[in-house]
């Protein structure tokens, strides 16, 4: 047989074993072969890092090429990548971390689509606890005020203040309310201490300041009336609150209401304090508080004292302030019935606090009221005295003790267009939104919740 014959015959019948072979390879007794392991090191074989982040060093070869992928969007990994047999350092980014429980990310190698490799990698965290407030104010009876703390860790709170106790001391990670509780503060002067909450090797303060709950009469005179508003949950029957609508006067934006609106109170008692609060309701009007003492009685001369903390935010204008008792409008309209401002306060010029005097003759209308500002530092956010003491012939204002307005009869003219406080007048406190001067610079409506904080209102009469 010549030789390209026998050549023919091998081929076909080596093309004969093949269709053969593959016609019977999904037969139960012809398995494939497994694909062959990709072998990969690397060191270390796992990663931490602590709270505030860095840099971590990954070490990766393997038999194949290689890509790297990670499934947290806090690490970063640089190269991506490596080739087959290369021993390739990884530099691993991982970003800071201030959240409350430890994290964890997988680093994967992949080689032909898969995953070859995982490595783990856990970031810790910083034992902290968080108090809700970094400071309270009470007033000067045994009095006590909330704290949230919310921790992720074990906790403890501690004073060195004598007066100062609270309840727990101590807690676990997740959210507690703690009781700051006060002892009466039976002194002449405010005081303060500091409550320490520890986490770990974090440690933050409470500052805790309570107000001075004794007083002194002004030489010559004696209390005949005060609210101490240390009870109830709104002011007492004393007090008469106004119920009017927006613009009803100064063009004013807010409402007043003697009602709640959405289940808050725009005066209300609480841990001692009135609070007039000034809120927009869920139909978007602003609700506010404006409240008499003792209208139809008030009184006639005599030293008239409130301790007041002023809100802040441009459009708030709250006052401490005193009107005539039972005016006829009609022959004795304002301003001839005469009008005394202890203090006013506008958010768009913050803790500068006025007086003023308006009468027929002397009133912000014509431009000649007699009035005076004065710089009075932290009169928003912390408290401050503001009093009246008026004679048949004398007025002045003082803020802590300092005078800022006198006005005397004789300089102003004795005749009822020009000093027409000789009948009983009653205190007013009030917080307006917007209106003439409330609102010259505009108003911000994200201050908005707001509260003017009374710790008392005092009337004292000469004996």
């Not at 038999?63 to 290369?86: F, Q």
């Not at 409330?438 to 904080?453: F, N, R």
Request: net charge negative.
């Amino acid at each position: 047989m010549k030789k390209s014959s026998l050549t023919a015959l091998f081929v076909t019948l080596f093309t004969a074993f093949n269709i053969m072979a593959a016609c019977g390879s999904d037969s139960k007794d012809s398995p494939s072969l497994p694909d062959s392991p990709v072998d990969v090191a690397v060191s270390p074989e796992a990663l931490s890092a602590g709270p505030e982040g860095g840099t971590l060093e990954l070490h990766v070869k393997a038999d194949a090429d290689w890509a790297v992928s990670s499934d947290a969007d806090w690490v970063t990994i640089k190269p991506s990548g490596g080739l087959k047999g290369v021993d390739t350092k990884l530099s691993v980014k991982v970003s800071g971390h201030d959240g409350m429980d430890e994290r964890t990310a997988g680093i994967d190698i992949i080689s032909g689509g898969k995953t070859v490799k995982s490595v783990s990698l856990v970031q810790g965290y910083t034992k902290k606890a968080t108090p809700s407030l970094s400071s309270v104010i009470l007033s000067g009876l045994e009095s006590s005020a909330k704290v949230r703390v919310s921790s992720n860790a074990a906790w403890t709170l501690s004073t060195e203040s004598g007066w100062i106790s609270v309840m727990p001391d101590k807690g676990e990670k997740g959210d507690t309310d703690v009781e700051i509780k006060v002892k009466e503060n039976d002194t002449s002067s405010a005081r303060e201490g500091v409550v320490i909450l520890e986490c770990g090797v974090t440690v933050s303060e409470i500052k805790v300041s309570q107000l001075s709950d004794s007083f002194t009469a002004p030489e010559g005179y004696s209390l005949v009336w005060s609210d101490e508003f240390n009870e109830g949950v709104t002011p007492g029957g004393d007090w008469v609150l106004e119920n009017w609508a927006a613009g009803h006067v100064n063009n004013e934006l807010q409402t007043y209401t003697s009602r709640q609106v959405d289940g808050k109170w725009t005066a209300e008692i609480k841990d001692g304090f009135l609070n007039i609060n000034c809120f927009k309701g869920n139909d978007g009007k602003v609700y506010s508080a404006r409240m008499n003492a003792r209208p139809s009685k008030g009184w006639l001369y005599g030293y008239f004292e409130a301790r007041i903390m002023l809100p802040s935010g441009k459009g708030t204008w709250p006052a401490f302030w005193m009107m005539p008792c039972n005016v006829d409008w009609n022959t004795n309209g304002w301003p001839k019935c005469g009008e005394i401002d202890i203090m006013e306060e506008v958010g768009a010029n913050p803790d500068y606090v006025s007086s003023s005097l308006h009468t027929q003759n002397y009133n912000h209308t014509k431009g000649t009221q007699k009035t005076h500002e004065m710089k009075c530092v932290g009169a928003e956010g912390s408290f401050h005295v503001y009093a009246l003491e008026w004679t048949e012939d004398e007025i002045i204002t003082y803020v802590d003790g300092n005078v800022q307005l006198r006005a005397t009869r004789a300089s102003m003219g004795t005749d009822h267009d020009s000093w027409p406080f000789h009948y009983a007048f009653y205190p007013i406190l009030n917080l307006a939104w917007g209106g003439d001067w409330g609102g010259y610079k505009g108003i911000d409506e994200s201050a908005l919740p707001v509260t003017m904080k009374v710790d008392y209102v005092r009337v004292f009469q000469k004996n």
